[in-house]
């Protein structure tokens, strides 16, 4: 039990699984976006990350970094670093998986699909030092 304890006052673990489970909410609706409403690549990636960050901040809030402000510059830089971070991540994932497989012949569909995966990652890893750092300052 004291072991498990530990485990969860890890931030990086508690942002870890709200990230696990904002990511199959946020990525399941962007690709349904994608392929049954036929939304383009920024729509879709974006509608991910609307979707996804109002669980996303009420989460690693309360659960991943404990922050008790009750501030609307909280909420401003929340916003604020999510946009910034998906701007980052996708503006990087399109034309760097572009330059890396586009000499295969793909499917411009499938090159989208991998580049909005590759754009969730990237995002993963630079929304954590925004939350961190610059959002749920303690």
Known sequence: MKLVKKIFEREELRFAMVGVANTMIGTTVMLVAYNLFGFGYWSASALNYIVGSI?????NKYFTFHSTQQSFKEILRFILNIVICYIIAYALAKPGITLLL???????????QISM??????????????????VFIK
Request: zero cysteines.
């Open 55 to 59: 669980f996303s901040y009420f989460a």
């Open 102 to 112: 586009g000499q295969l012949d793909l499917e411009i569909s499938i090159l989208e």
């Open 117 to 134: 995966i590759t754009g969730v990652v990237l995002f993963i890893i630079i929304n954590f030092f925004g939350q961190k750092f610059f």
